[in-house]
């Protein structure tokens, strides 16, 4: 499978953005989608994530409230809303292909497969 993340960017403090993870290659709708974080000296880290099915979905509790995953599976494609965005979100982006099934697994070991990144900045 191929992921490719789109929609980074600059954004202002309390703004929104919305990512994009577009797969090719598989099917789909087999697996699960995170969403990870990475700033410089730190761990990569899963800010959300959504089951194959896209019953199920995971939060980090920094995003809680304000993003959203949401999942197309007819157009293959995995979205992140992000919204009343704040300066510490500033990151790469990358999206990663998890495992089927029910649950949404947070550690990146278990993701097999990863989108080259997208950045954006959350500046005034």
């Known amino acids: 499978v191929q992921l490719q993340a789109s929609g980074g960017g600059l954004v202002q403090p309390g703004g929104s953005l919305r990512l994009s993870c577009a797969a090719s290659?598989?099917?789909?709708?087999?697996?699960?989608i995170g969403w990870f974080r990475q700033v410089p000296g730190q761990e990569r880290e899963m800010s959300a994530g959504?089951?194959?099915?896209?019953?199920?979905?995971y939060y980090a509790d920094s995003v809680t409230g304000r993003f959203a995953i949401s999942r197309d599976n007819a157009k293959n494609t995995v979205y992140l809303q992000m919204n009343r965005l704040k300066p510490e979100d500033t990151a790469i982006y990358y999206c990663?292909?998890?495992?089927?099934?029910?649950?949404?697994?947070?550690?990146?070991?278990?993701?097999?497969?990863w989108g080259q990144g997208t950045q954006f900045t959350v500046s005034s």
């Open positions: 959504i089951s194959s099915s896209g019953d199920n979905t």
């Open positions: 290659g598989d099917t789909f709708a087999d697996y699960a």
């Open positions: 990663a292909r998890g495992p089927g099934g029910p649950l949404v697994t947070t550690h990146p070991a278990d993701f097999d497969a």
